[in-house]
């Protein structure tokens, strides 16, 4: 059956570094083709309050702000189809937030993974108090991400597998809260996860992430570029020997621009035993050309911090009166509407 309204498709982007690659592959080139579907309304948002759980230098954490922006629309992200906008901006996630804390067994955040791996880190490296170091913000994250999704009536919330359980999280919560009043106040969320979903190497062959200070920035200047592809690590076959793509860094990473045409006459060049000098000089044309226009585009953009700024008031403006009706909603539900 045709539904009327259309689902909420939302998801947050954290603002702690430039891009890379492996987020345009794994999650902005996928959030930019679900904000095409007319079955759906999607809301995406920089969330630079999670952001300061861990990065406490202002000028990087507005830095990040804009250039994360600023990538996400030289790569697609068109603001009069998404409403996007910065969490700062909406108070009413911050009020929800701490409804929903009074809600939240102290348990359920115990067992959030990034709390998790914080005090499993501290036992490893023989801290005697495995909290060090975690402050209430990074604990309490997952309720913060909830009020984010709640808030806006997400259906679809389209995330990293390592994000999943802190949108699983956000629908305990919002069951909770539906069943303690006896009311449908909150859409159940459920994460998007493509399965399918590349892991892209990065240089040294493992997960391109910068916590590994092995990636290759989306829009690093040509010189840049050219020096990275040439750090990507390969293995020690001659040039005439045959090689496996599937095996090799280089090829993964050519295979996420190239056409289908492409890619196959890189496999038969593989199979006739490509130099790797060689395999990489036609890496980094590929990125070159592909990623000239995105990258001109982004470098006008993040210039314009005032054009920015416009963007994210009409966000603020479209995403302030749904949240303006939950928050409604929520007040009445629990005994604070006046
Ligand atoms: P990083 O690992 O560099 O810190 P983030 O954790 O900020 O990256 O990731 C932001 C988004 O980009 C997430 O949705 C994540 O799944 C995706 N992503 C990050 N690295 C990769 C990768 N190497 N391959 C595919 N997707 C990735
Ligand atoms: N926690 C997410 C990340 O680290 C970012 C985020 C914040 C988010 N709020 C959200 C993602 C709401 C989806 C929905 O990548």
Redesign the pocket.
């Known amino acids: 059956m045709l539904s009327l309204t259309p689902e909420i498709v939302l998801?947050g982007?954290?603002p702690?570094?430039t891009?890379?690659?492996?987020?345009?592959?794994?999650?902005?080139r996928p959030a930019v083709a679900l904000s095409h579907d007319p079955r759906r309304r999607a809301l995406y948002f920089i969330a630079d309050y999670h952001a300061l759980t861990g990065l406490k230098n202002a000028e990087e954490l507005k830095t990040y702000t804009y250039s994360v922006a600023a990538a996400w629309i030289a790569l697609g992200l068109d603001p009069e189809r998404v409403i996007f906008y910065r969490q700062s901006d909406i108070p009413e996630v911050f009020e929800l937030a701490w409804v929903l804390a009074c809600f939240t067994p102290k348990g359920l955040m115990n067992r959030a993974h990034a709390y998790k791996a914080a005090i499993q880190k501290n036992q490893e490296a023989g801290e005697s108090d495995l909290d060090a170091g975690v402050n209430m913000g990074l604990y309490t994250y997952p309720i913060l991400m909830a009020a984010d999704i709640l808030l806006m009536n997400a259906r679809a919330v389209?995330?990293?597998?390592?994000?999943q359980q802190h949108v699983e999280i956000a629908r305990d919560i919002a069951q909770y809260v539906n069943r303690q009043y006896r009311a449908e106040i909150f859409t159940l969320p459920e994460a998007l996860i493509d399965e399918q979903?590349?892991?892209?190497?990065?240089l040294d062959g493992r997960?391109?992430?910068?916590?590994?200070r092995n990636?290759i920035p989306i829009f690093a200047p040509p010189e840049e570029l050219r020096k990275l592809v040439f750090r990507i690590a390969t293995d020690s076959s001659r040039p005439g020997e045959p090689k496996d793509p599937e095996a090799s860094t280089i090829f993964q990473l050519y295979r996420l621009l190239a056409t289908p045409e492409e890619t196959a006459a890189f496999r038969r060049a593989y199979e006739a035993g490509i130099a790797w000098k060689d395999a990489k000089e036609a890496l980094y044309a590929l990125l070159e050309e592909r990623l000239r226009d995105p990258r001109a585009r982004y470098q006008e953009l993040v210039q314009n911090r005032a054009a920015l700024d416009r963007i994210f008031e009409a966000g603020a403006t479209a995403a302030r009166e749904i949240a303006g009706d939950t928050l409604k909603r929520v007040r009445q539900a629990v005994g604070i509407a006046r």
């Open positions: 998801t982007i954290k702690t570094g891009p890379h690659l492996g987020n345009w592959v794994g999650a902005i389209p995330v990293g597998s390592d994000q979903g590349a892991v892209i190497p990065g997960k391109m992430s910068k916590s590994y990636t």
